[in-house]
């Protein structure tokens, strides 16, 4: 069973992050999509290494908070979709994300957090979406990440399932 992606996640009003449960199709949805494993971002550290290698950063990029915002807002532009066709925005899936950033210092999941409405703004000037979803393999690994999330004051859209 997979999680239907809201045709809005990339480009609405509303938050850029969702939240899945078992698995999302992503296909048709326009965007280039990474996958990235939530278990190798328990850090920050791994959070910028896992994101840099996945979405390909610069190598001149500074592994702080500040440099991550620059490059995720300024993903390169004229990428194409596993399909072929020219990509319409960018997606990360992070698989396992209860397990995103759950050895890091509170203030950094709060910065991850409260940033996707940040990158997707920043993508919106070139034209391009931009969204994370957030997938876990249980309804209560689903209902612990949305407290985590609110906690931080962090909207996420829960997606459904069919």
Known sequence: MSAVLPPDLLTGPGPAVALAVGDI???GCGAVVRRLPGAQMRTLAGL????AESWRFPTHFGHNKDAFDDVVGDLPVGLRTAAGAPATGFLTVIDDADQLLA???PNDFEWFADSGTHWRERQA?????????????TEAAASAV????????????RLRQD
């Open 103 to 105: 050895d890091a210092d």
């Open 48 to 51: 910028y290494e896992v994101f």
């Open 146 to 157: 949305a407290a985590h999330w609110e906690a931080a004051d962090a909207p996420l859209i």
């Open 125 to 137: 000037r070139n034209g391009l979406g931009f969204g994370i979803v957030l997938v876990v393999p």
């Open 25 to 27: 199709d992503t296909y």
